[in-house]
């Protein structure tokens, strides 16, 4: 399984000397097993955007695998948006990761500033300033964007972004496979195309996976969370556990149309290493 599938994994700036000095075994370790490429997170308002170049030209330079970065538009103004454009062209960046990002909830208001506000306009500055040059991956809420008001809005907000020029889709964590296959089954009845990749989030700790399933708005099964309680004063039988309720999750997604996956590795190799091993997914020679 798995060779036409496109398999990427993200990676986010880090941010203590600790994170820096294992940045490079980090990248040559998940390099190993050929990714097809590695995406770099952006802090909302440009607030990382020094870390997100640094990494991504780690990445270059430690792998040779193809670095791709988040770009986030809200709190920005058009001029530093095309700056960020311009060195990443320059840098022979040819794919983005484009959405709108999250300000601090203090400044999410009706006077934030900014000139964007959405990460459709972004997706529509980035086709009206260079073309088809770049590839462009936008977000996808399976389970909806916890601050759309219905499924329905959130899907609309969803193609309206396709409609401006995105290429492919990246996925919010998920445990639930249906609730990816509903919204494929949307996007089918919409007469949209494009891939969507499901993203992955590893399971090794109970109070991470309830702290990330919360922050995004994301479901934790209940029989999920409760057996991860129950297992939290046992490490090694909770990463188990963990690697195998996402091992089915990914083996049903990619058995049922999925084109790939998109790890988030919270710059952490061994969980997203043992889930491709799991996989059974080719290793690069
Ligand atoms: C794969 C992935 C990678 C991510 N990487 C980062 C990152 O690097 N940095 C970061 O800060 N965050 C990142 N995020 C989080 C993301 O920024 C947040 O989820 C953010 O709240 C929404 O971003 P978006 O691009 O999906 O926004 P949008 O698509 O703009 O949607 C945001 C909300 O606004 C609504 N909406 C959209 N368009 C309109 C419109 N025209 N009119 C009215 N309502 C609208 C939507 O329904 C939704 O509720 C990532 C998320 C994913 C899934």
């Known amino acids: 399984m798995g060779s036409t599938k496109s398999f990427s994994f993200e990676l986010f700036p880090p941010r203590t000397p600790e994170g820096v000095a294992k940045l490079q075994p980090l990248i040559q370790r998940l390099a190993s097993v050929g990714p097809k490429y590695f995406s770099v997170t952006h802090g909302a308002g440009g607030s990382d955007q020094d870390g997100t170049y640094d990494t991504l030209m780690a990445v270059v330079e430690h792998s040779g695998v193809e670095a ?17 454009l311009q060195r990443y062209h320059e840098a022979g960046v040819k794919r983005i990761v484009a ?16 000139e964007f506000h959405y990460a459709n306009q972004l997706v529509s500055f980035i086709r009206q300033t260079h073309g088809d040059y770049f590839e462009i991956e936008v977000a996808a809420y399976p389970e909806m964007h916890p601050q759309a ?12 972004k396709v409609e401006a020029g995105a290429n492919a889709a990246l996925t919010q964590l998920f445990y639930n496979a249906d609730a990816y296959f509903d919204f494929m089954g949307r996007c089918e009845k919409a007469g949209i195309r494009i891939p969507v990749y499901p993203g992955i989030m590893p399971i090794t700790s109970c109070a ?17 969370r409760l057996r991860l309680e129950e297992l ?11 690697l195998e309720v996402v091992t089915r999750l990914c083996d049903t997604l ?16 061994e969980p997203t290493l043992r889930l491709w091993k799991s996989l059974g997914l080719p290793v690069r020679q």
Do not use: E
Not at 149 to 160: H, I, L, M, T
Not at 208 to 224: T, Y
Not at 232 to 242: I, S
């Open 254 to 269: 990619l058995r049922n149309g999925a084109p790939g996956l998109h790890f988030y590795t919270v710059n952490q190799a």
């Open 232 to 242: 939290q004063d046992d490490k090694p039988a909770l990463l188990d556990f963990g």
């Open 68 to 84: 791709v970065p988040h770009l986030t538009c809200v709190g920005s103004t058009r001029a530093h948006v095309a700056a960020l």
């Open 149 to 160: 008001p219905n499924p329905g809005v959130d899907f609309d907000n969803f193609r309206r």
């Open 208 to 224: 991470n996976a309830i702290r990330f399933c919360n922050g995004c708005g994301a479901d934790l099964p209940r029989w999920v």
């Open 99 to 114: 959405l709108r990002g999250d300000l601090p909830a203090t400044a999410m208001s009706a006077s934030a500033p900014g």
